[in-house]
């Protein structure tokens, strides 16, 4: 917008229908005045649009704005990377010792020059400004702009007053969100496990590859090129202490696959309108507040709009005035685990990385804390090899914090920290070619792409400015960790994919998602751009997106046949196989409305493999025979019909997904626990220990690691095992038949079987499949009749329709809250909430939106048998939680010739303060979406009354527009979901 429209449009809006705030004050605490007046417009959702002549005047209101309405979760974000949480919450003085070592803070500091030189700090700078600004009036009690500043609630709540501050903070929260993002680290030790458990050809057994094979890229060349030619004397009951607790850490590895998140990109020549269209859903934690925040920046430098973290300063998935894009996470590898011998040398301290000897350099870190109300602190010290990786632990050099007791849950086990130390390295290098005697004393090493000065704000900031998706690639060289799916449209009708970063080059002949001696594992390079996988303007007509294998390098099992090593492991690929089902069903018909029902399908791929596997070994006949009452196996034999004739849809109105869920997690957990993790595990586990402490200082604690750790860490491992992403991939190949026949008692057992390993004896999955029907019947048949509202005596509303347990329905039994983001007095009440309930019953479960899968059953510890979970709530009925994963945001872009146009819906609110206008406005909708796509009217998530459109146009009841037009916005011309029902807000900063 040029500046003499800018201000001709200023003109008329004394005479427009908007709430007008001016605000003359020129009182600046700050280190930064704005140059000209910037003008800001809160729409009837709560989403900034800032409109300034100054780039840096645009990120000081920003920063302004933004702490406004997130100032507590930016803290939480700031204090988590920099690790300071434990000054507010003294029980994570762990997590922060964890993350000061992994040197988000460290990296934020020497980030700086970087940052600098692409023009990016002056931006953060301004930011930072701003929001220290806020914090500064709202201490003093002072208005700016028209924006009444104020403590937030949960400071008065703590009973602290927020900090200010600064650049790195920044920095340090983007680095952190990139590391989280990026592919390896747990997943070389999870790989580990595996290769410990099942033999060398793991990959095999376990079954890395995808379930479907459905890659981003088909036509991208795969022929693989090389660029390059103790002590004895422990007490055992703090070794039993310890062991218990890193079975705690073992569980919590669960869900550590579960990286889900949905991107595609449509070509005109197959929409309904002839321009291309965007959409993404990524999948992270769905909390209160909500992951995203909507906002839009129109400066003559900067012009970009969409969605960022609180705590970050330019829109991460967005668009700009010709191109619009979207991310995923690639699962690229781009971090290695090394174990190395630390070298002293003249005082100075060395690992070896392949030939070369590189000098760890010294670093110590305080870290402050709360303990009864006092004030005190901790020093660690560690090593850190300049732009390669950080020593997590150093050996037998003394003096170094080492990250292992932090990680595994055993610090204050006093004498067995240093032991436990080693027993994990003995363990973890079975296999490697290292003296037994001296793999204790081994350092370990965390290589990390990311590990030096980088700048990958600079790729965000510049994309918004793009002419087409062919700029818009070249502005993505700037993003060099963190590796994402980036795809792209423009107005021009381009679409395209472009998943870049640096991805290292590992020597042939080492399997890089496994640790290894840093002599045998180091990089040679990174791959070149141009041989990264991409696509501009396929055939297909679109791109789709949903953590699958790129290029389909891991189809066969074996990640290290291809032109390059990407990574080992990546999403079973069902997504990817419905978004591409839906497309091709809707070729020629796509527009925005087909792009919703696509983000919120609920069709399961895994259900309809499922439910056919459960047919083929079940039948009538085998319940007709078992020995139970005659009702039940009526009941039963409903069930078995109701899942024969089903669509596979995950609807919270239907009996049949509340069925599958609970039969196909009881099934899978058997096979899971009763064979897998209680029999073969346990085998497995005397003789991993008793081979990794042969001919080491700790030998002879060999039996008594077994006989104390064999109960614990075999429930660890089967929380691990049970994990979706581990057992379905282990389990489901062998019930389609692909490891050999099944049922046949005549074959001869072998030990490493996996049909043996999962299904037993008898390796067949008929008494697994018959257990776990009978055990739902007997569950809903039990709770159908609670009574959940009486009048009198007289019980007018059971649980499911009229008591009976064919009417139970998913959503009678399973919910989801939104948690708060930290364990504040009062949390619940900064929660959003379902028509006064904490719990909103949504569709869910094993679909395109399986990041909230439904948890159904659990290890009963005293009987050691598997069985559903009990309510957990005492006023309402809520028994299987869904996971805290799922669609951060629906996001859809229309690519049109005379413009980007982007609608949405988030699962919260702008503001983070309930007694905010803006906080939660948008939930209902984000969580019912596709029950009011459908126009359901009846039932849960049926569509208020309210807000049922006459026109039956649903989706724009789900649905609002980001619009960027400032005469549209001060006229209020533009469309939101009636659930954004404020008027505009005109602000105006001087």
């Known amino acids: 917008m040029k500046k003499s429209e800018f201000f001709s449009l200023t003109l008329k809006l004394f005479l427009l229908p908007v709430i007008l705030i001016n605000s003359c004050s020129r009182e600046k605490k700050g280190s930064y005045s704005l140059q000209n007046p910037v003008h800001?417009?809160?729409?009837?959702?709560?989403?900034?649009?800032?409109?300034?002549?100054?780039?840096?005047?645009?990120?000081?209101?920003?920063?302004?704005?933004?702490?406004?309405?997130?100032?507590?979760?930016?803290?939480?974000?700031?204090?988590?990377?920099?690790?300071?949480l434990a000054e507010i919450f003294p029980d994570q003085l762990t997590q922060d010792i964890i993350n000061r070592m992994l040197s988000f803070k460290l990296m934020a500091e020497i980030s700086r020059e970087s940052f600098e030189k692409t023009g990016m700090?002056?931006?953060?700078?301004?930011?930072?400004?701003?929001?220290?600004?806020?914090?500064?009036?709202?201490?003093?009690?002072?208005?700016?702009?028209?924006?009444?500043?104020?403590?937030?609630?949960?400071?008065?709540?703590?009973?602290?007053?927020?900090?200010?501050?600064?650049?790195?903070?920044?920095?340090?929260?983007?680095?952190?969100?990139?590391?989280?993002?990026a592919g390896g680290g747990l997943i070389d030790l999870a790989s580990k496990l595996m290769q410990l458990v099942f033999g060398e050809n793991f990959e095999e057994k376990f079954s890395i590859s995808s379930i479907e094979k459905v890659s981003v890229v088909d036509d991208f060349p795969k022929t693989r090129l090389s660029p390059f030619e103790n002590n004895e004397n422990i007490d055992l009951q703090e070794l039993k202490s310890a062991i218990e607790k890193i079975s705690e850490k073992v569980k919590g590895l669960k869900n550590l696959l579960s990286l889900n998140s949905n991107n595609f990109v449509v070509s005109g020549r197959i929409t309904k309108y002839g321009y291309p269209i965007l959409e993404n859903d990524p999948h992270l934690a769905v909390i209160s507040p909500s992951t995203f925040f909507p906002f839009q920046i129109n400066s003559p430098q900067y012009s970009g709009f969409g969605f960022t973290f609180p705590g970050i300063p330019i829109a991460l998935v967005g668009g700009g005035k010709n191109v619009c894009?979207?991310?995923?996470?690639?699962?690229?590898?781009?971090?290695?685990?090394?174990?190395?011998?630390?070298?002293?040398?003249?005082?100075?301290?060395?690992?070896?990385?392949?030939?070369?000897?590189?000098?760890?350099?010294?670093?110590?870190?305080?870290?402050?804390?709360?303990?009864?109300?006092?004030?005190?602190?901790?020093?660690?010290?560690?090593?850190?090899?300049?732009?390669?990786?950080?020593?997590?632990?150093?050996?037998?050099?003394?003096?170094?914090?080492?990250?292992?007791?932090?990680?595994?849950?055993?610090?204050?086990?006093?004498?067995?920290?240093?032991?436990?130390?080693?027993?994990?390295?003995?363990v973890f290098t079975l296999g490697m070619n290292v003296d037994r005697k001296e793999a204790g004393n081994l350092g370990i090493v965390l290589l990390w792409t990311g590990y030096k000065p980088t700048s990958e704000f600079a790729a965000f900031y510049e994309v918004p400015s793009a002419e087409d998706i062919f700029s818009a690639m070249i502005f993505y060289k700037f993003f060099q960790t963190g590796i994402q799916n980036f795809i792209v449209a423009d107005i021009k009708g381009n679409i395209g994919y472009f998943p870049h970063g640096e991805i290292p080059i590992r020597p042939s002949g080492t399997k890089p998602y496994l640790p290894d001696l840093s002599e045998n594992l180091f990089w040679l390079g990174n791959i070149e751009p141009d041989f990264i996988p991409r696509a501009v303007n396929p055939q297909s007509g679109y791109i789709v997106t949903a953590n699958n294998d790129i290029v389909g390098t891991s189809f066969d099992n074996n990640p290290l046949n291809e032109r390059f090593y990407l990574g080992p492991v990546y999403d079973f690929g069902f997504r990817a196989k419905r978004i591409s089902e839906m497309i091709e069903e809707n070729r020629g018909k796509i527009d925005k409305l087909v792009a919703a029902t696509i983000i919120n399908d609920v069709t399961s791929p895994l259900a309809r493999r499922f439910v056919k596997v459960l047919l083929n070994f079940v039948s009538e006949k085998d319940i007709e025979n078992l020995d139970t009452d005659e009702n039940k196996?009526?009941?039963?034999?409903?069930?078995?019909?109701?899942?024969?004739?089903?669509?596979?849809?995950?609807?919270?109105?239907?009996?049949?997904?509340?069925?599958?869920?609970?039969?196909?997690?009881?099934?899978?957990?058997?096979?899971?626990?009763?064979?897998f993790s209680n029999n073969y595990v346990k085998y497995k586990f005397k003789d991993i220990i008793f081979s990794a402490l042969k001919g080491t200082d700790l030998e002879n604690l060999a039996g008594a690691i077994y006989e104390i750790g064999a109960e614990p860490l075999s429930e660890a491992l089967f929380q691990l095992s049970s994990d979706p992403q581990v057992i379905i991939r282990s389990v489901l190949p062998i019930l389609q038949g692909e490891k050999g026949t099944l049922c046949d008692n005549k074959e001869a057992k072998n030990l490493s079987d996996e049909r043996f390993i999962f299904l037993g004896e008898d390796i067949c999955p008929k008494d697994e499949f018959l257990s776990a029907i009978s055990k739902t019947a007997d569950y809903l048949i039990e709770n159908a009749k609670i009574c959940k509202r009486k009048e009198g005596d007289l019980c007018v509303e059971f649980?499911?329709?009229?008591?009976?347990?064919?009417?139970?329905v998913l959503g009678d039994f399973s919910a989801k809250r939104f948690n708060y983001i930290a364990d504040i007095p009062g949390k619940e009440n900064f929660e959003?909430?379902?028509?006064?309930?904490?719990?909103?019953?949504?569709?869910?479960?094993?679909?395109?939106?399986?990041?909230?899968?439904?948890?159904?059953?659990?290890?009963?510890?005293?009987?050691?048998?598997?069985?559903?979970?009990?309510?957990?709530?005492?006023?309402?009925?809520?028994?299987?939680?869904?996971?805290?994963?799922?669609?951060?945001?629906?996001?859809?872009?229309?690519?049109?010739?005379?413009?980007?146009?982007?609608?949405?819906?988030?699962?919260?609110?702008?503001?983070?303060?309930?007694?905010?206008?803006?906080?939660?406005?948008?939930?209902?909708?984000?969580?019912?979406?596709?029950?009011?796509?459908?126009?359901?009217?009846?039932?849960?998530?049926?569509?208020?009354?309210?807000?049922?459109?006459?026109?039956?146009d649903y989706f724009k009841i789900a649905f609002s527009k980001l619009e960027t037009d400032f005469e549209k916005l001060i006229s209020s011309d533009y469309h939101t979901s009636p659930l954004c029902n404020q008027r505009e807000i005109y602000l105006i900063f001087r």
């Not at 039969?663 to 899971?672: L, Q, V, Y």
């Not at 649980?799 to 139970?808: Q, T």
């Not at 094993?846 to 009963?860: F, G, P, Q, R």
């Open 633 to 675: 196996k009526e009941f039963m034999i409903f069930i078995l019909n109701k899942l024969k004739n089903w669509n596979f849809e995950e609807d919270v109105n239907s009996f049949e997904p509340l069925a599958y869920e609970m039969i196909m997690r009881m099934s899978f957990s058997n096979f899971a626990w009763k064979n």
């Open 832 to 952: 959003a909430k379902y028509f006064g309930s904490l719990y909103f019953r949504k569709s869910g479960g094993t679909a395109l939106v399986y990041a909230s899968d439904i948890d159904t059953v659990e290890l009963d510890k005293s009987s050691k048998e598997i069985v559903f979970k009990k309510p957990i709530t005492e006023n309402e009925f809520v028994a299987f939680l869904q996971g805290e994963g799922g669609q951060t945001l629906k996001y859809i872009c229309e690519a049109k010739p005379e413009g980007v146009e982007i609608w949405y819906a988030i699962p919260g609110g702008v503001a983070d303060d309930p007694s905010s206008l803006y906080f939660a406005n948008m939930i209902t909708a984000w969580a019912c979406a596709r029950e009011w796509l459908k126009g359901v009217t009846q039932g849960y998530c049926s569509i208020p009354k309210d807000i049922l459109p006459e026109d039956k």
């Open 325 to 426: 894009w979207g991310v995923t996470t690639t699962l690229i590898d781009a971090m290695d685990i090394l174990f190395t011998p630390i070298i002293e040398e003249n005082g100075k301290f060395f690992i070896i990385w392949g030939k070369r000897k590189l000098e760890a350099i010294p670093r110590e870190e305080e870290i402050f804390y709360l303990e009864n109300g006092e004030k005190k602190s901790k020093k660690i010290k560690f090593l850190f090899v300049p732009n390669i990786g950080i020593v997590l632990d150093a050996g037998n050099k003394e003096g170094f914090s080492s990250i292992i007791p932090y990680l595994f849950g055993i610090v204050g086990v006093p004498g067995v920290e240093e032991s436990i130390s080693k027993i994990l390295k003995y």
């Open 799 to 808: 649980l499911c329709k009229d008591g009976l347990p064919e009417n139970c």
């Open 40 to 84: 800001v417009i809160i729409d009837r959702c709560g989403t900034p649009h800032i409109f300034a002549e100054d780039d840096k005047d645009a990120f000081f209101v920003f920063g302004y704005i933004q702490a406004h309405f997130r100032l507590f979760q930016m803290d939480l974000s700031r204090r988590e990377a920099m690790g300071r």
């Open 121 to 181: 700090l002056k931006k953060i700078q301004a930011f930072v400004d701003g929001i220290n600004k806020y914090i500064e009036d709202a201490k003093a009690g002072r208005e700016f702009g028209g924006i009444k500043a104020q403590i937030p609630p949960q400071y008065q709540a703590l009973k602290i007053e927020p900090e200010p501050f600064y650049i790195e903070d920044v920095i340090a929260v983007g680095k952190k969100r990139a590391f989280d993002l």
